[in-house]
């Protein structure tokens, strides 16, 4: 597994595919461990390097991870497959915003896909959270441009730092939600829901 994982982070490297820092998955698996965590939804897989490891933390966690690129979707499925976790980890190749829950709700929710969709994400995944579960969200420094807009000069990256910015806004004056930011590899944050005991 160790070798798959380095094979994982090499491939990403080489491709372009942006993986989750190590700091923060470390970060997150305690969290499952602490907090008795079985089923996950994960939106955004890319090559399901996070999903393993939130798979591997503890026993019995089950992680549903969805998925709209089709090569590393494919991907995903080889990895999770060659690490034996295909029963722990089902992948779903959709939009998120298209996919159809029904039925089921999640300790763990992990949004870690498109920057610019975090709200539309947690809006609509919020509604899937159990009781006295969590929203977590990476990426919320953005390689260190948050909070440092007018320094950047592409427009591209100025509007995907200006819609963190924004969620971040949303998330600190959600009236439902209580937000701990922790200051871990790209920061993360966790939203639980407020007045709510687990
Ligand atoms: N969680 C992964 C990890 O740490 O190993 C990394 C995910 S990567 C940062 C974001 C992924 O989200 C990309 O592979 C991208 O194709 C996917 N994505 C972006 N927007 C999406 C959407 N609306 N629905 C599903 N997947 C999406």
Same mark, same amino acid.
């Given at each position: 597994?160790?070798?798959?994982?380095?094979?994982?982070?090499?491939?990403?490297?080489?491709? $372009?595919?942006?993986? #989750?820092? %190590?700091?923060?998955?470390? !970060?997150?698996?305690?969290?499952?461990?602490?907090?008795?965590?079985? $089923?996950?939804?994960? =939106?955004?897989?890319?090559?399901?390097?996070?999903? #393993?490891?939130?798979?591997?933390?503890?026993?019995?966690? %089950?992680?549903?991870?969805?998925?709209? &690129?089709? #090569?590393?979707?494919?991907?995903?499925?080889?990895?999770?497959?060659?690490?034996?976790?295909?029963?722990?980890?089902?992948?779903?190749?959709? &939009?998120?915003?298209?996919?159809?829950?029904?039925?089921?709700? @999640? &300790?763990?929710?992990?949004?870690?896909?498109?920057?610019?969709? !975090?709200?539309?994400?947690?809006? %609509?995944?919020? @509604?899937?959270?159990?009781?006295?579960?969590?929203?977590?969200?990476?990426?919320?420094?953005?390689?260190? @441009?948050?909070?440092? %807009?007018?320094?950047?000069?592409?427009? $591209?990256?100025?509007?995907?730092?200006?819609?963190?910015?924004?969620? =971040?806004?949303?998330?600190?004056?959600?009236?439902?939600?209580?937000?701990?930011?922790?200051?871990?590899? &790209?920061?993360?944050?966790?939203?639980?829901?407020?007045?709510?005991?687990?």
């Amino acid at each position: 597994m160790k070798e798959l994982l380095l094979e994982m982070e090499q491939y990403a490297k080489e491709k $372009n595919v942006p993986i #989750i820092e %190590k700091e923060s998955i470390a !970060y997150i698996m305690k969290y499952i461990k602490a907090n008795n965590v079985k $089923n996950i939804l994960e =939106i955004g897989s890319a090559i399901g390097y996070s999903a #393993i490891l939130m798979a591997s933390a503890s026993r019995d966690v %089950k992680v549903t991870t969805i998925e709209r &690129d089709e #090569i590393r979707y494919m991907e995903a499925l080889k990895n999770i497959k060659r690490c034996g976790l295909d029963k722990e980890i089902n992948v779903v190749f959709q &939009d998120a915003l298209d996919v159809n829950l029904t039925g089921v709700s @999640y &300790d763990l929710i992990f949004i870690d896909a498109a920057k610019g969709q !975090y709200k539309k994400f947690f809006e %609509k995944f919020q @509604y899937f959270l159990a009781p006295g579960g969590v929203i977590v969200t990476d990426n919320l420094k953005f390689h260190g @441009y948050v909070g440092k %807009k007018e320094k950047i000069e592409s427009k $591209n990256l100025r509007g995907i730092v200006e819609k963190i910015e924004m969620y =971040i806004d949303f998330l600190k004056e959600n009236e439902e939600f209580d937000t701990e930011f922790i200051d871990v590899g &790209d920061g993360i944050s966790f939203s639980k829901r407020k007045n709510e005991n687990k």
